[in-house]
């Protein structure tokens, strides 16, 4: 006579295992109109030649001589660094960099502490993609 299992639980039960599924392979669920949009929008985003960013003002005043000597010594330090001048009779305005977080501007920020009397976080839109 065959003896009683012991109820699930009770001490010296054997766990009860689900039996196992076959695996289940990944399959292509993008279809033909995803993948054309999705390569539309990559084409769209390639000529995005603006983004909304920061720019350091770095001289605001109505010395062109003086605009262009920080000019000088921040281009000579950074060469790398792109710099707006504008004139809007009688202000002249020197922006520098194209920076996409406030955290990039603010380390540029420091970075240029001792080439300018003054520097200030401001948001514009900024150029992307220079080197194209």
Do not use: C, H, W
């Not at 695996?23 to 279809?31: D, G, H, S, Y």
């Not at 300018?116 to 514009?124: G, L, P, Y």
């Amino acid at each position: 006579m065959p003896v009683p299992a012991p109820p699930a639980g009770a001490p010296g039960a054997r766990p009860v295992v689900a039996p196992a599924r076959p695996a289940v392979l990944p399959t292509n669920q993008v279809n033909a109109q995803a993948e054309q949009r999705l390569r539309d929008q990559a084409f769209t985003n390639q000529n995005v030649k603006y983004a909304q960013g920061y720019r350091l003002l770095v001289y605001l005043g109505l010395e062109r001589d003086q605009a262009m000597a920080i000019r000088r010594a921040v281009i000579g330090r950074y060469p790398d660094e792109t710099d707006y001048l504008t004139f809007k009779a009688p202000v002249y305005r020197l922006y520098v960099g194209d920076y996409l977080t406030r955290l990039e501007a603010a380390r540029a920020k420091s970075r240029l502490r001792g080439l300018t009397q003054r520097a200030e976080v401001e948001a514009t839109q900024v150029v992307l993609n220079k080197t194209q």
